[in-house]
């Protein structure tokens, strides 16, 4: 608000709420503002019922006991977790390379031609797809072949969920590199390749962290495919791979529903314990990619 | 430093290392892209595998009919179709604007670095909750809180076709609300990668105009990320169509559609996660072929995205 | 190499330190618990043997106890079993990629043949169903069949209903309207509580008739997702009703309806009024036999059975051994468990013949 012995610059730099369009700004921004919180009220809410109804269970015992029997005391998760990080590093052994080449492809490679628009539906025909049906399909193709619910099938299941979204934001990541960047590599004398790998990729590493970090996310929280593929065991993981494994969301479905008391607060104290795990891998690897300067 | 010597170096002809790494990275790179077609059409086969038996009894029965009975062998899917449908253009709506308006506040520069950062994990959260617990959640804590408002917009104006039914529990309502949340963080995180993906010198030439911020934001931001935010669009309603056991818990499994928002209803989705476990050898195929419908209405949704933006982009080229 | 890279490393190598460490602890403690006593019959040798079973939701509670409760008692038999619905228990079962499975509906013929007639239906524990209901000032509703087959086909709407009224004189009921609850996903629980229905009304047989999932009549019906689920649209739903298996009740206090029986009778549904029905049923030579419509004056009507399913001949001598030595515990000291989980203890003319057939499965 300009007094007399501030100067008065032209008028359209002024910050005056008398003016209509900065007053416009300041309602938008107070709107946005409202309606982002509003947004993540459910987050809040969600997360002070996982708090309450299952909060008291934390302890390191929660993580080195195995899952009781229905009014049993004490037991743990320990098993789940151990299972959800195995199942997690699995689907992303299968899924990172083939996402990420996938994208490269789309981003570099594919342009507007025919087979790229097709690989682009696909990818998005397969988000779209329900969680349900990749268990169905990792069951019909390797448990039944194998004869055996394992571990490795929870692996494949999962990673047909993660391959899509990992594929278009991995796209859209390589794409938002300025194409300046690789003509200057280019320039240099690096190969295709090498511009790819070694300028583009570490650039879009940020955003195509952000698909994958999603992709884990859903994933992880996702029960179907998990239930027909790795099943549940109530012990530790014994190494085979080809055996059924815990995993913290079939656990969460298993004892949620249950009757007695104690099996679903550990469901509720299992979901806290995904929503920070999934926490904690993304802030990890945010802090192992630092995002770039702007240029 | 990089010396004279290592300049020459650096700057010479392809050798043929690398021009056979080239040739053979290519390869690799089309065979992943294709990988991913194959997925689908290997997912596709298997569908149609089972579904073909179903899809011979039934044929275009199955879209309109309503009656979901396994001992009568009845399968009709006309609830679930125009459900899916419902259920995911409100999420859409409501969590597409949700998701935009996040994502501009996460990259306009309303929050510091810090904040940003702090903000955009926390959206990220909402990501990591697994499906069940949304489906409880919204049981135990979002029916309850909506019951009060159904009723009122029930008795006093429930002669408009959205308000025209009691909330008895799960229905449209919940099961969009719940749908919104579930697909905001990837509107939200895709959203604020095109925004951020704008070039910088955009805004700063707009702001050097003299331009208040939502000024930039509507009339430079948005419309060079427009292709990008439509992507996110299209995700998060993708992401709406394959939502499971949330909806299983929330959606109502009525066969019956209703306009009303505070009807229960049920998608294909819903329907696939409530019935598989339990489905003999015909409800199986049944089942594939409601699947199919779904990915059918995925591939559908999208060919219409692309056309309209491919309209709609048509004159923004070259404005990198 | 980069900063960055190192930094990247240093967090692998960190990982891969705490799984090695995970996984250094599971070693050490395999078979918690007890440590092991001198068990009749557990195999001797070192090998552990992995017993995989999967099926039926409703008496996964009672089968994890007592896995867990075998478990300390022999560590190298390690049994697991995962609720994934009597369907796809049935399926994995017959595909050979579980060792046994779990059924509430048994098998049907066809199933059976999909099976090759390897298998043997063993029922191992039983339970009842209840009608859970939300009214406040309303204790002990009393339902006659016309009543409760009446709400369940959407003929009754509204709980001061004339037929209710007659069964419940003492009592007022409100003018509100009935939602009746139902499941929306295909259950064992339904398959049971609609036979009874179909045992006793020919209009039900002749409308929804028996099934895992069947279309309600009823306009107002809604569907909740599993026995928790149900009873949880019951909780908060003013007016409702809705069937649920008894330990969902038990455990949270829910009011139950007294029905009415084949007598005549208003019984309370009790886990003795449950074992009175099943007391009187005549087991066929395989096994499976069905309480649609009890007779006795005790007899609570909705009651039901639920079988193991296992094979008459397993390849494996010394996976069928561990699997008889664990069913015969099952029926025995098992059985003791049965009450505190809120299930019902086999009848001992019932147990006797299990056991039998349990003996010839090589």
Redesign the interface.
Known sequence: MATATEPRG?A??QLSLVNT??L??RV??VL??G??A???F??F???Y??IVRGGHLLSPMLF???T?????EGGGIGNAV?GT?IVVVLASVFSL??GI??A???A???GESR??T??R?????????????AG??AY??I??TT???SAFAGGVAMA?LM???I???GE??L??V??KMRLAAL???A????T?LRVVLPTALP?IL??V??AL??A?????PL??TA?????????KLG??IAS???L???F??????H?SELAWAA?LV??V???AL???A?????RPK?F | MITGKEHAQVAQPPTGWQTRADIVFRGVAHLFGAAVVLLLAAIVFEVMRHAGSSMLKHRLGFFSGSVWDANRGQFGIFPEIAGTLYTSFWALLLGGFLGVTLALILSQGFLSRRGELVMKNVVELLAAIPSVVYGLWGIFVLVPLLRPFAAWLNEHWGAFPLFSTRLSGPGVLPASAVLTIMILPTITAVAREALAAVPPRLAAAAYGLGATRWEVIFRVMLPTASGGIFGALVLGLGRAFGETMALAMLAGNAQTFSWSLFSPGNTLAALLANHFPEAGEYEVNALMYAAGVLLVITLTVNILGSLIMMKATAGLKGLR | MHRSDRHLLRALLALLGAVLFLLGCNKGSSGQGAPAASSAAAPAADTTITLQGSGASFPAPLYSRWFREYGTKNPNVRVNYQATGSGAGIKAFTAGQTDFGASDAAMTDDEIKAAQGNVVLLPMTAGHIVLAYNLPDVKDLKLSREAYTGIFLGEITKWNDPKLAKANPSVKLPATDITPINRSDGSGTTFVFTQHLSAVSEKWKAGPGTGKSVTWPAKAAVGGAKNDGVAALIQRTPGSIGYIEFVYAATSNQPVAWLENKAGKFVAPTPEAAAAALAHVELPEDLRAWVTDPTGDDAYPIATYTWVLAKKKYGDKSKSDALKTLLKWCLGDGQKLSNELHFLPLPESVTSRVLKAVDGIE
Do not use: C, H
């Not at chain 1, 009781?68 to 049993?72: D, E, F, L, Q, V």
């Not at chain 1, 099943?231 to 190494?239: E, I, N, R, T």
């Not at chain 1, 949620?256 to 008391?261: D, L, R, V």
């Open positions: 032209p359209g730099l369009r900065t416009l700004d938008l921004t946005a503002i309606f982002a509003f947004a993540l459910p987050l809410s969600v997360l019922m996982l080195t006991e195995l009781p029997g229905a009014g049993m151990l990080l390379p083939l080449l996938a490269i492809y789309l570099e490679y594919a087979l790229g097709v690989v539906f696909a990818g998005k025909v397969l988000t779209g797809m329900p969680s349900i049906l169905v399909f019909a193709v448990v039944v004869r055996s619910f047909i391959v899509p979204t594929m278009l934001t859209q990541a794409r938002a300025p194409e320039g240099m004398g190969s295709r390749m090498e790819t955003g952000t698909g970090m999603l996310a859903r992880m929280g996702e029960t179907a239930l027909f099943l549940f065991s109530d012990y530790w993981f014994d190494g055996a059924p913290l969301s079939v969460i479905y298993n949620s529903g249950s009757p007695f008391a099996l979901s995904l929503v795990l999934v926490l993304n802030v990890l945010q802090v192992i990619i630092r702007e």
